[in-house]
């Protein structure tokens, strides 16, 4: 029979210590969902003018990477990771994204007839 001898402390110092790597690493991944999502819209749709509704659609989509950036953002730095420069430049995170970050979503409003 083994015995775990390290003081409850430094196990739960441990298993706070997994946890904050484990939330980073999803919020990590839905950042680059959230990304990609943009970038496939932006494959799809072109950058030409585009119809109100499907700028609405792709509005939303922005929207939806800031607040992912966002958590992603605050994640980090609760885990002691301060710099947000090197998130930007590793998943060329687009500026109206980083704009938006942490801002609560407008209520989109309906499409015209």
């Not at 959230?34 to 496939?40: D, G, K, S």
């Not at 072109?46 to 992912?68: M, N």
């Not at 885990?79 to 998130?87: A, P």
Request: aromatic letters at 4%; hydrophobic letters at 40%; proline letters at 5%.
């Amino acid at each position: 029979m083994s015995r775990d001898l390290r003081p409850p402390v430094d196990i739960l110092h441990y298993e706070i210590v997994q946890e904050q790597a484990s939330a980073l690493g999803r919020m990590g991944r839905t950042l680059e969902q959230a990304l990609a999502r943009l970038r496939e819209f932006d494959a799809a749709h072109g950058t030409t003018e585009i119809a109100a509704s499907v700028q609405q659609a792709r509005r939303k989509l922005v929207l939806e990477a800031g607040q992912a950036l966002w958590m992603f953002v605050v994640q980090r730095e609760a885990s002691g990771l301060r710099d947000s420069r090197h998130i930007m430049r590793t998943y060329n995170v687009p500026s109206e994204v980083q704009l938006c970050m942490g801002l609560a979503p407008a209520p989109l409003k309906p499409s015209a007839k």
